[in-house]
């Protein structure tokens, strides 16, 4: 399958800092890229669609500014947490769709486990 | 918007057992179904996929039936192992986007 990858895997930050973390698709380009958060013991939630070369497409209820995402290019998607409090620790995940058989079938990056002290 | 169920949120297997996970969604335009496994910290992971021009697919121990009608999809496997415990999600495409279920943990006592 295709290969997705994030980094980091894991932060560490104090209360009121911003986060970056980035999303690339290693073999193959994506113009969409997609978002997840995900809570211990629940389901992925989706935050945001991030398109290249457009501004990123979220969720209701998700806040735009204080999720800011970047599709830099074909190969790589950024969101960055700003002024980051401890109820945004969360395991924050991104996906990239591929076509696979006709239609596109998505593949999920490693995670990143994002802790606010 | 879509809505996905899934049930049961959790199912305790003997190995060599079977074990069934059934999903429902709400908009009929949904046109595809993955499910995805994820161990503990881990990324999910694609097993098997239906789209809705299909009743059933099966690979090996694994096998997804679709009722287009009803809006059910339910995932099958059989002769469970241990290596099978974890939590599976299963998802509906919609308008280009993947709307999960609320997970199963799944787990088998050898």
């Known amino acids: 399958g295709a290969v997705v990858s994030q980094h980091p895997s894991r932060v560490i930050c104090k209360s009121g800092t911003s986060v970056k973390i980035e999303c690339r698709s290693l073999?193959?380009?994506?113009?969409?890229m997609f978002w997840y958060r995900q809570f211990p013991k629940q389901s992925l939630m989706l935050m945001a669609t991030?398109?290249?070369?457009?501004?990123?497409?979220?969720e209701q209820g998700v806040e735009k500014d204080k999720f800011l995402i970047n599709h830099a290019s074909l190969t790589l998607s950024t969101l960055t947490v700003t002024s980051a409090h401890p109820e945004d620790s969360s395991f924050y995940i991104c996906?990239?769709?591929?076509?696979?058989?006709?239609?596109?079938?998505?593949?999920f990056g490693p995670g990143t486990r994002l802790t606010v002290l | 918007g879509e809505n996905v169920e899934q049930h049961p949120s959790t199912l305790s297997v003997q190995e060599g057992d079977s074990a069934v996970i059934k999903c429902t969604y709400s908009?009929?335009?949904?046109?595809?179904f993955p499910w995805y496994k994820q161990e503990l910290g881990k990324r999910p992971q694609l097993i098997i996929d239906?789209?809705?021009?299909?009743g059933e697919k099966k690979d090996q121990r694994i096998a997804v039936t679709l009722n287009k009608t009803a809006k059910h999809f339910s995932l099958h496997i059989t002769e469970t192992q241990p290596e099978d415990s974890a939590v599976y999600f299963c998802?509906?495409?919609?308008?280009?986007?993947?709307?999960f279920g609320t997970g199963t943990r799944l787990q088998v006592f050898p």
């Open positions: 239906i789209r809705s021009n299909v």
């Open positions: 073999d193959f380009q994506a113009t969409t």
């Open positions: 908009d009929s335009a949904s046109n595809y």
């Open positions: 991030s398109n290249e070369g457009s501004k990123a497409t979220y």
């Open positions: 996906s990239a769709p591929t076509w696979t058989s006709g239609t596109d079938t998505q593949y």
């Open positions: 998802a509906a495409k919609y308008q280009d986007k993947l709307i």
